[in-house]
């Protein structure tokens, strides 16, 4: 049981938006920094957002990141067949002293 | 050009020990806070421990504490991962990771390397 629960998978056409939820509690989301992870099949993570919303160079915006009160959120629009992947959101919490990530999402874009 | 490659991992046996090594280029190793995450078998990703950048302080889950421990050698540009008292459960992918920062609290990771495969199997 992940400490920060995001939903198991969401789907959406090419085109079209997704929105992917990370919901924790005040130790976690509610007073750190949520960074968004995408990882393929059979390689490593890659950084989408840190820092709640704000995306390395590199990423496209059509990804973008929020933050309200104790759930973080997950944005991409324009689909594409590429998008699909595992996403992940992670953060620091206070009161375990530790680094959590949610359970993983797996997009699919029909 | 930043990278990370894992070594050490393989197959041993419930109760033994592992070392695991992480071997850092193309950055200025010091300036960082590192960690290891691990994926077991088609699950999610868990953090496991990290290391502020000068090494001084660590922090890790509680599913390993009291068994693994995380360590540095920034002359060397190496990350290591002391695994003692191996259980079939730590069966995973483990993954050398670089903090965009030097707080460990900041878990923006923007490196990973390829990972190593670790299976504890009797």
């Known amino acids: 049981q992940s400490v920060l629960t995001q939903p198991p998978s969401v789907s959406a056409a090419p085109g079209q938006e997704v929105t992917i939820s990370c919901s924790g509690s005040s130790s976690n989301v509610g007073n750190n920094y949520v960074s968004w992870y995408q990882q393929f099949p059979g390689t490593a993570p890659k950084l989408l957002i840190y820092?709640?919303?704000k995306r390395p160079s590199g990423i496209p915006d059509r990804f973008s990141g929020s933050k309200s009160g104790t759930s973080a959120t997950l944005g991409i629009t324009g689909l594409q067949t590429g998008d699909e992947a595992d996403y992940y959101c992670g953060t620091w919490d206070s009161s375990l002293s530790a680094v959590v990530f949610g359970g993983g999402t797996k997009l699919t874009v029909l | 050009e930043v990278q990370l490659l894992e070594s050490g991992g393989g197959l041993v046996q419930p109760g033994e020990s592992l070392r695991l090594s992480c071997s850092a280029s193309?950055?200025?190793?010091?300036?960082?806070?590192m960690c290891w995450v691990r994926q077991a078998p088609g699950k999610g990703l868990e953090w496991v421990l990290g290391?502020?950048?000068?090494?001084?302080?660590?922090y890790s889950a509680d599913s390993v504490k009291g068994r693994f421990t995380i360590s540095r050698d920034n002359i060397k540009d190496m990350l290591y991962l002391q695994m003692n008292s191996l259980r079939a459960d730590d069966t995973a992918i483990y993954y050398c990771?670089?903090?965009?920062?030097?707080?460990?609290?900041?878990?923006?990771?923007?490196?990973w390397g390829q990972g190593t495969l670790v299976t504890v199997s009797s």
């Open positions: 820092d709640n919303n």
């Open positions: 193309g950055l200025t190793f010091a300036d960082y806070a």
């Open positions: 290391i502020s950048n000068g090494g001084a302080t660590t």
């Open positions: 990771v670089k903090a965009r920062g030097s707080n460990i609290a900041v878990p923006d990771f923007d490196y």
